[in-house]
């Protein structure tokens, strides 16, 4: 089989196209990089706030969690498909996670902070999820230095 398309393309190029296509690509490392590109700057999974949020904006007091959509359970998502045998262990599982997320909301709101999920399934359409988030957050402070 010739790849001569691939040859062709620009390598560097072609590693992004990679890097950002592909499957293996974690949903946390896609928000990340979409709003570090936006101009956001953040903690990640920091220790000091209860729950470890997956993204949290200290002077805003906001705090992002990315779930994955069959670990968390996104309601209503193709996604969160039940695996038939051994239905007991995974329901005890799911409903332990879903406990533990809302515990971890609660915390944290409990200290002032705001909260929202990211699923999965949305950021395999940033377009579309990004708009949510950043009204969210608010604009991007102006970038200092
Ligand atoms: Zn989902």
Redesign the pocket.
Known sequence: MGRIDELSVDPLRSRIMRSVGSKKTKPEMLVRRALHTIGYRFRTNSKALPGSPDLAFTARKKAIFVHG?FWHR?SN?R??TTPKTRAEFWENKFSHNVERDARKVAELESLGWEVIAV???ETRQMDTVLPRVVEFLGKPRVMER
């Open positions: 959509c996104h998502c996604l969160a699923w999965e399934c």
